[in-house]
Protein backbone atom coordinates (compact mmCIF):
# COMPACT_ATOMS: atom_id res chain seq x y z
CA UNK A 1 0.00 0.00 0.00
CA UNK A 2 1.36 3.35 -0.71
CA UNK A 3 1.74 5.72 1.60
CA UNK A 4 1.02 9.10 0.12
CA UNK A 5 -3.07 9.21 1.22
CA UNK A 6 -4.12 9.20 -1.93
CA UNK A 7 -6.82 7.76 -3.02
CA UNK A 8 -5.98 3.87 -5.26
CA UNK A 9 -8.07 4.43 -8.42
CA UNK A 10 -9.94 1.07 -9.87
CA UNK A 11 -13.66 3.26 -9.83
CA UNK A 12 -13.13 5.30 -13.82
CA UNK A 13 -11.01 5.89 -16.30
CA UNK A 14 -12.07 9.47 -15.71
CA UNK A 15 -10.64 9.66 -12.16
CA UNK A 16 -6.89 9.67 -14.18
CA UNK A 17 -5.51 12.64 -15.06
CA UNK A 18 -4.49 14.77 -18.51
CA UNK A 19 -1.38 12.52 -20.48
CA UNK A 20 1.47 14.23 -20.85
CA UNK A 21 0.79 15.24 -24.54
CA UNK A 22 -2.40 16.13 -23.98
CA UNK A 23 -1.23 19.41 -20.94
CA UNK A 24 1.72 19.61 -23.71
CA UNK A 25 -0.25 20.86 -26.58
CA UNK A 26 -2.30 22.52 -24.04
CA UNK A 27 0.48 24.94 -23.10
CA UNK A 28 1.27 25.07 -27.06
CA UNK A 29 -1.81 26.53 -27.55
CA UNK A 30 -1.94 29.04 -24.52
CA UNK A 31 0.21 31.91 -26.33
CA UNK A 32 -0.68 34.67 -28.31
CA UNK A 33 -4.36 35.47 -29.11
CA UNK A 34 -6.90 33.30 -31.34
CA UNK A 35 -9.96 32.97 -33.36
CA UNK A 36 -12.82 31.45 -31.22
CA UNK A 37 -15.68 29.41 -31.56
CA UNK A 38 -14.48 27.37 -33.62
CA UNK A 39 -12.60 28.88 -35.67
CA UNK A 40 -9.35 28.54 -35.00
CA UNK A 41 -6.27 26.33 -36.68
CA UNK A 42 -6.76 23.78 -33.55
CA UNK A 43 -10.22 22.93 -34.62
CA UNK A 44 -9.48 23.12 -38.59
CA UNK A 45 -6.59 20.72 -37.56
CA UNK A 46 -8.28 18.49 -35.71
CA UNK A 47 -10.95 17.94 -38.03
CA UNK A 48 -8.29 17.47 -40.70
CA UNK A 49 -6.82 14.85 -38.67
CA UNK A 50 -9.80 13.02 -37.92
CA UNK A 51 -10.62 12.62 -41.50
CA UNK A 52 -7.25 11.36 -42.41
CA UNK A 53 -7.83 9.21 -39.18
CA UNK A 54 -11.09 7.47 -40.53
CA UNK A 55 -10.08 8.13 -44.20
CA UNK A 56 -13.02 9.76 -45.09
CA UNK A 57 -15.07 13.10 -45.56
CA UNK A 58 -16.60 13.43 -42.46
CA UNK A 59 -17.74 16.13 -40.28
CA UNK A 60 -16.46 16.90 -36.70
CA UNK A 61 -17.72 18.60 -34.09
CA UNK A 62 -16.16 19.45 -30.22
CA UNK A 63 -18.35 18.83 -27.11
CA UNK A 64 -17.57 19.14 -23.53
CA UNK A 65 -18.21 15.73 -22.49
CA UNK A 66 -20.24 12.09 -23.41
CA UNK A 67 -23.72 12.99 -22.26
CA UNK A 68 -23.86 16.24 -24.48
CA UNK A 69 -22.29 14.18 -27.59
CA UNK A 70 -24.53 11.40 -27.40
CA UNK A 71 -28.04 13.44 -26.77
CA UNK A 72 -27.03 16.49 -29.14
CA UNK A 73 -26.41 13.46 -31.59
CA UNK A 74 -28.84 11.04 -30.77
CA UNK A 75 -31.53 15.09 -31.21
CA UNK A 76 -30.20 15.46 -34.62
CA UNK A 77 -31.21 12.15 -36.07
CA UNK A 78 -34.81 12.08 -34.61
CA UNK A 79 -37.97 14.35 -34.23
CA UNK A 80 -40.00 14.27 -31.06
CA UNK A 81 -42.07 11.39 -32.18
CA UNK A 82 -38.69 9.56 -33.03
CA UNK A 83 -37.60 6.19 -31.11
CA UNK A 84 -34.03 5.47 -30.15
CA UNK A 85 -33.32 1.48 -29.61
CA UNK A 86 -30.30 1.03 -27.05
CA UNK A 87 -29.41 -1.96 -24.88
CA UNK A 88 -31.38 -1.31 -21.05
CA UNK A 89 -27.51 -0.98 -19.48
CA UNK A 90 -26.71 1.79 -22.56
CA UNK A 91 -25.24 5.00 -20.74
CA UNK A 92 -27.77 6.82 -22.77
CA UNK A 93 -30.31 4.91 -20.53
CA UNK A 94 -28.77 4.32 -16.67
CA UNK A 95 -26.08 7.42 -16.91
CA UNK A 96 -27.11 10.73 -18.69
CA UNK A 97 -30.48 12.10 -16.53
CA UNK A 98 -32.75 11.91 -19.10
CA UNK A 99 -30.51 14.20 -21.69
CA UNK A 100 -31.25 12.34 -24.52
CA UNK A 101 -35.21 12.63 -23.62
CA UNK A 102 -34.72 16.13 -23.04
CA UNK A 103 -32.50 17.22 -25.87
CA UNK A 104 -34.45 15.43 -28.49
CA UNK A 105 -37.97 17.20 -26.66
CA UNK A 106 -39.88 13.73 -27.01
CA UNK A 107 -37.87 10.70 -28.24
CA UNK A 108 -38.31 8.24 -26.63
CA UNK A 109 -35.53 4.93 -25.39
CA UNK A 110 -36.29 1.60 -26.31
CA UNK A 111 -35.02 -0.49 -24.96
CA UNK A 112 -33.66 -4.57 -25.44
CA UNK A 113 -31.55 -6.94 -23.63
CA UNK A 114 -28.27 -8.93 -24.65
CA UNK A 115 -25.30 -10.53 -23.35
CA UNK A 116 -22.53 -8.90 -22.03
CA UNK A 117 -23.88 -5.71 -22.18
CA UNK A 118 -24.49 -6.03 -26.43
CA UNK A 119 -27.78 -5.73 -27.38
CA UNK A 120 -29.65 -8.92 -28.78
CA UNK A 121 -30.09 -8.43 -32.88
CA UNK A 122 -33.64 -10.18 -32.50
CA UNK A 123 -34.57 -8.33 -29.75
CA UNK A 124 -33.84 -4.87 -31.60
CA UNK A 125 -35.72 -6.23 -34.69
CA UNK A 126 -38.90 -7.12 -32.78
CA UNK A 127 -38.96 -4.27 -30.53
CA UNK A 128 -39.36 -2.22 -34.22
CA UNK A 129 -41.96 -4.68 -35.21
CA UNK A 130 -43.80 -3.87 -32.24
CA UNK A 131 -43.98 -0.04 -33.06
CA UNK A 132 -46.38 -0.74 -36.54
CA UNK A 133 -48.23 2.99 -36.99
CA UNK A 134 -48.86 6.51 -35.89
CA UNK A 135 -49.92 4.82 -32.48
CA UNK A 136 -46.18 4.76 -31.51
CA UNK A 137 -42.71 6.51 -31.54
CA UNK A 138 -41.37 5.68 -34.96
CA UNK A 139 -37.95 4.04 -34.43
CA UNK A 140 -35.18 6.19 -35.98
CA UNK A 141 -31.96 5.25 -34.23
CA UNK A 142 -30.40 2.45 -33.06
CA UNK A 143 -27.48 3.16 -30.81
CA UNK A 144 -24.68 0.73 -29.52
CA UNK A 145 -21.77 1.60 -27.14
CA UNK A 146 -18.46 0.43 -28.28
CA UNK A 147 -16.70 -0.61 -25.96
CA UNK A 148 -19.88 -1.72 -23.85
CA UNK A 149 -20.94 -0.62 -20.57
CA UNK A 150 -19.47 -4.03 -19.32
CA UNK A 151 -16.16 -3.50 -21.39
CA UNK A 152 -17.06 -6.25 -23.91
CA UNK A 153 -16.86 -5.16 -27.75
CA UNK A 154 -18.89 -5.97 -30.52
CA UNK A 155 -17.28 -7.16 -33.26
CA UNK A 156 -17.23 -5.90 -37.30
CA UNK A 157 -19.66 -8.98 -37.88
CA UNK A 158 -21.98 -7.45 -35.10
CA UNK A 159 -21.90 -4.16 -35.87
CA UNK A 160 -22.39 -4.81 -39.39
CA UNK A 161 -25.45 -7.01 -39.29
CA UNK A 162 -27.04 -4.07 -36.33
CA UNK A 163 -25.92 -1.63 -39.12
CA UNK A 164 -27.67 -4.20 -41.93
CA UNK A 165 -31.13 -3.91 -40.04
CA UNK A 166 -30.82 0.25 -39.17
CA UNK A 167 -30.66 0.09 -43.26
CA UNK A 168 -33.72 -2.50 -43.69
CA UNK A 169 -35.90 -0.52 -41.45
CA UNK A 170 -34.69 2.94 -42.82
CA UNK A 171 -32.87 3.92 -39.47
CA UNK A 172 -29.81 5.38 -38.40
CA UNK A 173 -27.27 3.87 -36.63
CA UNK A 174 -24.82 5.48 -33.39
CA UNK A 175 -22.44 4.89 -31.56
CA UNK A 176 -21.35 5.77 -28.19
CA UNK A 177 -17.90 5.54 -28.64
CA UNK A 178 -16.76 6.81 -25.17
CA UNK A 179 -14.76 4.03 -25.32
CA UNK A 180 -13.86 3.82 -29.05
CA UNK A 181 -9.94 4.24 -28.33
CA UNK A 182 -10.13 0.96 -26.41
CA UNK A 183 -12.38 -0.79 -28.44
CA UNK A 184 -9.77 -0.04 -31.76
CA UNK A 185 -7.06 -1.04 -29.43
CA UNK A 186 -8.11 -4.25 -29.00
CA UNK A 187 -9.71 -4.97 -32.17
CA UNK A 188 -6.35 -4.56 -33.94
CA UNK A 189 -8.72 -2.90 -36.71
CA UNK A 190 -8.65 0.71 -38.35
CA UNK A 191 -11.49 3.00 -37.17
CA UNK A 192 -13.22 2.94 -40.63
CA UNK A 193 -13.91 -0.90 -40.42
CA UNK A 194 -16.19 -0.79 -37.77
CA UNK A 195 -17.66 2.71 -38.62
CA UNK A 196 -18.46 4.42 -41.62
CA UNK A 197 -17.64 1.49 -44.04
CA UNK A 198 -19.51 -0.94 -42.21
CA UNK A 199 -23.07 1.89 -41.70
CA UNK A 200 -21.98 3.68 -38.68
CA UNK A 201 -23.72 6.85 -39.01
CA UNK A 202 -22.71 9.04 -36.33
CA UNK A 203 -19.73 8.30 -33.93
CA UNK A 204 -19.36 9.87 -30.40
CA UNK A 205 -15.40 9.37 -30.01
CA UNK A 206 -14.51 9.88 -25.99
CA UNK A 207 -10.98 11.92 -25.12
CA UNK A 208 -11.74 12.45 -21.66
CA UNK A 209 -11.20 8.67 -20.38
CA UNK A 210 -8.14 8.42 -22.61
CA UNK A 211 -6.24 11.09 -21.44
CA UNK A 212 -8.03 14.35 -22.02
CA UNK A 213 -9.03 16.58 -19.63
CA UNK A 214 -12.48 17.37 -21.18
CA UNK A 215 -13.92 16.98 -24.80
CA UNK A 216 -15.63 14.62 -27.08
CA UNK A 217 -16.08 14.46 -30.79
CA UNK A 218 -19.02 14.03 -32.47
CA UNK A 219 -18.49 12.72 -35.84
CA UNK A 220 -21.14 12.25 -38.27
CA UNK A 221 -19.49 10.26 -41.21
CA UNK A 222 -22.68 11.57 -43.83
CA UNK A 223 -22.49 15.25 -44.05
CA UNK A 224 -26.33 15.62 -45.02
CA UNK A 225 -26.76 14.62 -41.06
CA UNK A 226 -25.26 17.46 -39.42
CA UNK A 227 -26.58 20.31 -41.27
CA UNK A 228 -26.89 23.47 -38.72
CA UNK A 229 -25.36 20.87 -36.03
CA UNK A 230 -23.91 24.17 -34.99
CA UNK A 231 -26.45 25.85 -33.98
CA UNK A 232 -27.85 22.75 -32.10
CA UNK A 233 -24.52 23.12 -29.80
CA UNK A 234 -24.54 26.79 -29.19
CA UNK A 235 -28.00 26.69 -27.85
CA UNK A 236 -27.37 23.63 -25.95
CA UNK A 237 -24.13 25.55 -24.40
CA UNK A 238 -21.42 22.93 -25.98
CA UNK A 239 -19.74 25.71 -28.01
CA UNK A 240 -16.71 26.41 -26.38
CA UNK A 241 -15.79 29.95 -26.85
CA UNK A 242 -12.27 29.32 -26.68
CA UNK A 243 -12.63 26.17 -28.51
CA UNK A 244 -8.86 25.56 -29.47
CA UNK A 245 -8.25 24.00 -26.00
CA UNK A 246 -10.68 21.88 -26.62
CA UNK A 247 -9.22 20.97 -29.83
CA UNK A 248 -5.44 21.16 -29.08
CA UNK A 249 -6.24 18.20 -26.20
CA UNK A 250 -7.29 16.40 -29.58
CA UNK A 251 -4.72 17.33 -31.34
CA UNK A 252 -2.75 15.87 -28.36
CA UNK A 253 -4.08 12.52 -28.87
CA UNK A 254 -4.43 12.07 -32.56
CA UNK A 255 -0.97 13.69 -33.50
CA UNK A 256 1.41 10.53 -33.09
CA UNK A 257 -1.16 8.27 -32.16
CA UNK A 258 -1.32 9.05 -28.34
CA UNK A 259 -4.87 8.09 -28.31
CA UNK A 260 -4.09 4.12 -29.30
CA UNK A 261 -0.99 3.97 -27.01
CA UNK A 262 -2.96 5.25 -24.45
CA UNK A 263 -5.75 2.77 -24.69
CA UNK A 264 -3.17 -0.20 -25.75
CA UNK A 265 -2.28 0.52 -21.97
CA UNK A 266 -5.10 0.88 -20.69
CA UNK A 267 -6.46 -2.58 -21.72
CA UNK A 268 -3.36 -3.81 -21.49
CA UNK A 269 -3.48 -3.04 -17.79
CA UNK A 270 -6.96 -4.73 -17.15
CA UNK A 271 -5.71 -7.81 -19.15
CA UNK A 272 -3.18 -8.14 -16.25
CA UNK A 273 -5.01 -7.13 -13.42
CA UNK A 274 -7.20 -9.78 -14.84
CA UNK A 275 -4.52 -12.02 -14.77
CA UNK A 276 -3.28 -11.53 -11.39
CA UNK A 277 -6.34 -11.38 -9.77
CA UNK A 278 -7.70 -14.87 -10.83
CA UNK A 279 -4.40 -17.06 -10.49
CA UNK A 280 -2.95 -15.10 -7.45
CA UNK A 281 -6.18 -14.14 -5.43
CA UNK A 282 -8.84 -16.33 -7.08
CA UNK A 283 -11.07 -13.84 -8.07
CA UNK A 284 -13.89 -14.51 -10.03
CA UNK A 285 -13.78 -12.33 -13.37
CA UNK A 286 -17.45 -12.33 -14.63
CA UNK A 287 -17.18 -10.95 -18.29
CA UNK A 288 -14.76 -11.61 -20.63
CA UNK A 289 -11.82 -8.88 -20.30
CA UNK A 290 -11.57 -7.24 -24.20
CA UNK A 291 -10.91 -3.67 -23.36
CA UNK A 292 -10.17 -1.70 -20.13
CA UNK A 293 -12.98 -2.68 -17.63
CA UNK A 294 -13.55 -5.99 -15.45
CA UNK A 295 -16.05 -7.13 -13.44
CA UNK A 296 -15.43 -9.33 -10.68
CA UNK A 297 -17.37 -11.30 -7.82
CA UNK A 298 -16.00 -9.79 -4.14
CA UNK A 299 -17.21 -10.50 -1.05
CA UNK A 300 -18.93 -7.63 1.31
CA UNK A 301 -16.07 -8.21 3.43
CA UNK A 302 -13.22 -7.89 1.09
CA UNK A 303 -14.76 -5.49 -0.55
CA UNK A 304 -14.87 -3.41 2.87
CA UNK A 305 -11.34 -4.36 3.55
CA UNK A 306 -10.00 -2.76 -0.11
CA UNK A 307 -12.73 0.25 0.76
CA UNK A 308 -10.94 0.74 4.15
CA UNK A 309 -7.16 0.73 2.28
CA UNK A 310 -8.39 3.59 -0.21
CA UNK A 311 -9.07 1.41 -3.11
CA UNK A 312 -11.80 2.87 -4.75
CA UNK A 313 -14.67 1.19 -6.87
CA UNK A 314 -18.46 0.55 -7.38
CA UNK A 315 -20.99 -1.95 -7.99
CA UNK A 316 -22.45 -2.70 -10.61
CA UNK A 317 -24.37 -5.69 -10.85
CA UNK A 318 -26.76 -6.87 -7.70
CA UNK A 319 -25.57 -8.43 -5.40
CA UNK A 320 -21.71 -8.58 -5.31
CA UNK A 321 -20.19 -7.82 -9.22
CA UNK A 322 -17.91 -4.60 -8.93
CA UNK A 323 -16.51 -2.97 -12.31
CA UNK A 324 -12.62 -2.36 -11.65
CA UNK A 325 -11.35 0.24 -14.65
CA UNK A 326 -7.98 0.63 -15.85
CA UNK A 327 -7.00 3.92 -17.49
CA UNK A 328 -3.91 5.08 -19.48
CA UNK A 329 -2.40 6.29 -16.13
CA UNK A 330 -2.81 2.57 -14.51
CA UNK A 331 0.81 1.29 -13.35
CA UNK A 332 2.00 -2.27 -12.85
CA UNK A 333 2.68 -1.15 -9.32
CA UNK A 334 -0.79 0.25 -8.62
CA UNK A 335 -2.37 -3.93 -9.53
CA UNK A 336 0.87 -5.04 -7.76
CA UNK A 337 -0.41 -3.10 -4.30
CA UNK A 338 -4.17 -4.04 -5.21
CA UNK A 339 -3.52 -7.87 -5.21
CA UNK A 340 -1.11 -7.48 -1.93
CA UNK A 341 -4.15 -5.94 -0.33
CA UNK A 342 -6.29 -8.82 -1.55
CA UNK A 343 -3.99 -11.48 -0.39
CA UNK A 344 -2.85 -10.02 2.92
C1 LIG B 1 -20.45 4.37 -22.19
C2 LIG B 1 -20.34 5.82 -21.80
N1 LIG B 1 -20.85 6.75 -22.61
C3 LIG B 1 -20.69 8.05 -22.35
C4 LIG B 1 -20.03 8.47 -21.22
C5 LIG B 1 -19.76 9.92 -21.05
O1 LIG B 1 -20.31 10.51 -19.98
P1 LIG B 1 -19.90 11.94 -19.42
O2 LIG B 1 -21.03 12.84 -19.74
O3 LIG B 1 -19.75 11.71 -17.98
O4 LIG B 1 -18.65 12.41 -20.08
C6 LIG B 1 -19.54 7.54 -20.32
C7 LIG B 1 -18.90 7.95 -19.06
O5 LIG B 1 -18.89 7.31 -18.07
C8 LIG B 1 -19.70 6.16 -20.61
O6 LIG B 1 -19.22 5.23 -19.80
Known amino acids: MQSSGENHQF ?19 NHAAAES ?50 HDHAHIQTDECGAPEFFTRGSKLLLVRGDAGKIDINEVDAVIARQPD ?36 EMFLHMDGARFANAIASLGCSPKEITWKIGVDVLCFGGTKNGA ?3 ELVIFFKKELSQEF ?5 QAG ?40 RAAAK ?19 LTHDLNSRRWLFYKFIEPDVYRLMCSWATTETEIDQFVGDILR
Open 283 to 301: IEIMLPVEANALFVRLSEH
Open 213 to 215: AAG
Open 37 to 86: YGTDQWTSRVRGLVRDLFETDCDAYLVFNGTAANALALAQLCQPFHSVVC
Open 134 to 169: VHAHKPRVISITQATEFGTLYNRDEIGAIAELARKR
Open 230 to 234: DYRLK
Open 238 to 277: QLASKTRFLAAQWLGLLQNDVWLRNAKRANAMAGKLAERL
Open 11 to 29: ASDNTAGICPEVLAALEEA
